[in-house]
């Protein structure tokens, strides 16, 4: 309701819903309005250049005038309010949340990693013991595998609820092939045990080479320290791969020559295949993208004239090397700008001019990464996969403009 009525605010000041807009109104009217408001009326001047601003403080706030949250979903997930961000960085606060036994408080004084099993040296490592090897910083995307539901979500469905356990970050840390190094891995050695410290013990199997490869044990998030939400004080990352895998407050990886077959490895996590098996250790999150403004978020778009479609499309192969879109439900495509930094296995932002003319319309956008790789229909994806699928959907999304300007969520 709140953002119902300032969006009528922003429509009445640009001088009413039908008006044509011109590029400067478009930008201002494209300012998501904010979640819940709180400005106290007598804390913003009528003038701003004729009393004192405020002094500095130690920690930044945001404007009272902006909101954006994560949406929960009951007591496991929280999802990054894409339809309201720019740019490739999910700021820290936003990041979609999902643990399946709460978020632990754990004191990084006393927080140890263990790594042992078939290696030469077991060793106990602190934090402070991780942070004296050589570090590195990766911008880089995580997905829940469980992200965007196979089943139809409503009309109101937004890149929010439908695509929002997806987030972008700066972590920093060490690669876990420094440790692996330090411990001298046992020839035959094949798996590692990766487990988390949280009441769930999250518990997967990592092939050794991806530990040998790219996978970092990271304690930083966009230049501070992780965030309780995210595994502080540390945890694995594996890049490209599903979100599950990333075992957050990590405190052992324990090496083996076969995988351990834990429950997120065999009861869950697997994907029904048409012939009727299931397909185990699906590993690598496909390449998919999101148009995040226009969306339903907005109710519906400014008014007639010149605007700019914008999205992230982001690949766990690699870097995305073209998006196009369509605005007629995929019977024409266009190819939408690239923002730089292009970055491999991170969210990539596209734009895309266009003249909404009034009438209907149904936005689309379609991903290609380095490898070649096209993101699918979702006819293509329910044909090559089948219904009953749960995890790894990442079909093309369509957001329906109404004659006089509604978006909504379709299947087209
Ligand atoms: N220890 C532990 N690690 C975990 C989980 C968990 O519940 N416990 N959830 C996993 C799942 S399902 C996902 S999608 C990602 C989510 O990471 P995020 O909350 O930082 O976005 O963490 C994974 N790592
Ligand atoms: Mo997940």
């Known amino acids: 309701m709140g953002s119902t009525l300032s969006r009528r605010a922003v429509i009445a000041a640009l001088g009413g819903a039908a008006g044509v807009l011109t590029l400067a109104q478009v930008a201002s009217a494209q300012t998501t309005p904010p979640a819940q408001p709180s400005p106290n009326p007598a804390d913003v001047p009528e003038d701003p250049t004729k009393v004192q601003g405020k002094p500095p403080s130690p920690l930044g706030s945001r404007s009272p005038f902006e909101g954006p949250q994560r949406l929960v979903g009951g007591t496991t997930s929280s999802r990054t309010p894409l339809d309201a961000l720019d740019g490739i960085i999910t700021p820290a606060d936003l990041h979609y949340e999902r643990h399946h036994g709460g978020v632990p408080t754990i004191d990084p004084d006393r927080h140890t990693l263990t790594i042992h099993g078939m290696v030469e040296r077991p060793t106990v490592f602190s934090l402070a013991d991780l942070q004296r090897f050589p570090s590195v910083s990766r911008i880089m995307f995580l997905e829940c595998s469980g992200n965007t539901s196979w089943a139809e979500g409503p009309e109101t469905s937004t890149a929010q609820s439908l695509h929002g356990l997806t987030s972008t970050s700066d972590w920093s840390g060490v690669p876990v092939k420094t440790l692996l190094n330090e411990v001298g891995v046992k020839s035959g050695a094949t798996w590692a045990l990766a487990e988390g410290s949280d009441a769930a013990v999250m518990t997967r199997s990592v092939p050794l080479d991806k530990l040998l490869d790219d996978a970092l ?196």
């Open 217 to 412: 044990i990271a304690w930083g998030q966009n230049g501070e320290a992780l965030r309780p939400e995210q595994g502080y004080p540390m945890r694995l990352l594996l890049p490209g791969w599903e979100g599950n895998i990333n075992i957050k407050w990590l405190r052992r990886l324990e090496l083996g020559d076969q995988a351990f077959m834990t429950r997120e490895e065999t009861s869950k996590y697997t994907d029904p295949m048409p012939d009727g098996t299931e397909r185990q250790f699906t590993f690598v999150m496909e390449a998919k993208s999101t148009i995040t403004w226009p969306t339903p978020a907005i109710g519906s778009l400014p008014g007639r004239g010149p605007l700019e479609i914008r999205g992230i499309a982001w690949s766990g192969r690699g870097k995305i090397t073209r998006v196009e879109v369509s605005t007629d439900g995929g019977q024409s495509w266009g190819e939408a700008r690239l923002e730089e930094p292009v970055l491999s296995i991170a969210h990539t932002r596209f734009r895309f001019p266009w003249t909404w003319t009034g009438g209907q319309a149904v936005l689309q956008s379609r991903a290609y990464d380095e490898t070649g790789y096209v993101q699918p229909s979702r006819a293509q994806l329910v044909d090559a996969r089948g219904i009953r699928s749960i995890y790894h959907y990442n079909g093309i999304q369509s957001w329906k403009i109404a004659a006089e300007g509604q978006v909504t969520n379709v299947y087209a």
